[in-house]
């Protein structure tokens, strides 16, 4: 099994998000196990090729015991039966001898009317379903892995600001502690900064544990021993160069495959009415056969026959036979009637889930268009924000280190600071969380990938 170890261990480097991606698709067991279905589909289409070639039978069988007849008719149905043959006689004998039975039989069914290549049609519609459900496996895959990278990326983000804000509060702890041991201020604000340090240390307690789940998640979808993940901070700071595609949905990976399953049923539904067809059969048979009974033997006179072993199994007559046959079950179109309207009915139901799926990624493509718009506007936005929060956060520490302002004014000033650092924190990340959504949904993750590192 292939692991990576996580990038903690590696020298402190990030692990980078096209690293993560290719990691996953050479680690994770459900694509693993894809591979695996498609391997064994594809042989099965050398199989179904292979069904054309003759049937040859050869066999070698020495056996030793007796040979009474009787007249009257008899069916070993359910049963096998003795084939051994030779005079009648009055009464039962039990005069033995060994013989050989020799032979090779050969039956060709060479002319098939279409059964054969529709069922090597349909082991490589099978191939074509395995292939296009790998694909899809492997796309989706990679939209998991690039997700939950950027949801770690800002997980860890937020705990950091936590960390910020825990610092913050603090600071102000210790100011507001001085000035209530000097009188200059109620004990009231000393417990309202002591209760924002503590809210503060629940926040990055939650924080962190957030992005332990999240940092989970990732070593699952990568499948590597789990540990901490330094990741590239570059979507942080930076909007994708390019946000538009000209795939259409038809192209996704998904959509293809849905489309392989139906092509997979509409091939079942031709080969079963293809099965009903005859088939022209050659055969041949060679047979040479020993007995330790003599050709002139009687049972009534008690000779003519041989216990030697060699004398019995040495072939003495021999035969063939060879001809050519057309085989047809004329019952056949009544059986496989209700198969392939049964077929055609499960076609029809995988085209209306390929509809569903095509309706819900061109839906998904218009909500990825709208919510990068949306983060474009929120990019540009939360650098004033941010400047404003720390602006009023300064002013307000300042004016109640000089005795100006209140508790409150400085608690309402944490607040929006704290608020703008995690809009900051999101707002470049939301770009690429909506660029990947519209890869996600036209199928095109190029778009994505080829602008990360």
């Known amino acids: 099994m292939t692991y990576l170890l996580p990038a903690a261990a590696q020298n402190d480097q990030p692990l980078l998000l096209s690293q993560a991606v290719h990691t996953g698709l050479n680690n994770y067991q459900g694509i693993r196990a894809k591979q695996n279905y498609l391997g064994a589909s594809t042989a099965l289409v050398q199989n179904a090729r292979n069904e054309y070639l003759p049937n040859v039978l050869a066999s070698l069988q020495q056996d030793y015991g007796t040979i009474n007849g009787q007249y009257g008719p008899s069916t070993p149905y359910g049963a096998p039966g003795v084939s051994s043959a030779g005079p009648t006689a009055a009464s039962q004998n039990w005069n033995a001898a060994f013989g050989g039975l020799y032979l090779v039989n050969t039956n060709w069914e060479f002319f098939t009317f279409g059964r054969i290549h529709a069922r090597i049609q349909l082991a490589q519609a099978q191939v074509k379903k395995d292939s296009a459900d790998l694909l899809q496996e492997q796309f989706v895959h990679s939209v998991r892995i690039s997700a939950a990278y950027l949801n770690l990326l800002v997980a860890q983000r937020l705990v950091q600001n936590a960390q910020a804000n825990l610092d913050r509060t603090q600071y102000v702890q210790r100011v507001v502690s001085t000035r209530t041991r000097t009188g200059l201020n109620a004990g009231v604000d000393s417990s309202i900064a002591n209760a924002e340090v503590s809210a503060a240390k629940l926040q990055l307690i939650q924080n962190t544990d957030y992005a332990q789940q999240l940092g989970n998640q990732l070593t699952q979808l990568l499948n590597v021993a789990p540990g901490g993940f330094i990741l590239d901070t570059v979507f ?18 998904q959509v293809k495959f849905y489309q392989s399953r139906i092509d997979q049923s509409t091939g079942t539904a031709d080969y079963i009415r293809k099965s009903i067809r005859p088939g022209l059969n050659l055969f041949g048979i060679y047979q040479g056969r020993g007995s330790g009974f003599d050709y002139n033997y009687n049972p009534s006179a008690g000779a003519n026959y041989s216990k030697d072993y060699f004398n019995g199994i040495n072939p003495v007559r021999s035969n063939y036979a060879f001809g050519i046959s057309l085989a047809w079950n004329l019952l056949s179109p009544v059986k496989i009637k209700q198969q392939v309207r049964a077929q055609q009915f499960i076609t029809e139901a995988y085209r209306n889930e390929y509809d569903l799926v095509t309706t819900q990624l061109k839906n ?25 929060a720390a602006d009023a956060y300064i002013q307000k520490s300042v004016l109640y280190k000089n005795g100006l302002t209140n508790i409150v004014d400085v608690q309402q000033a944490l607040y929006a600071l704290n608020k703008a650092e995690t809009d900051r924190s999101v707002a470049f990340v939301n770009v690429w969380q909506a660029l990947l959504l519209k890869a996600a949904a036209s199928g095109d993750f190029d778009l994505f990938l080829k602008q990360v590192r």
């Open 236 to 253: 942080l700071s930076k909007i994708p160069d390019t946000l538009s595609t000209a795939f259409a949905v038809e192209q996704n990976p």
């Open 364 to 388: 998904q493509l218009v909500l990825s268009d709208q919510r990068i718009a949306n983060s474009l506007q929120s990019v540009h936005e939360v650098p004033l924000q941010y400047k404003a």
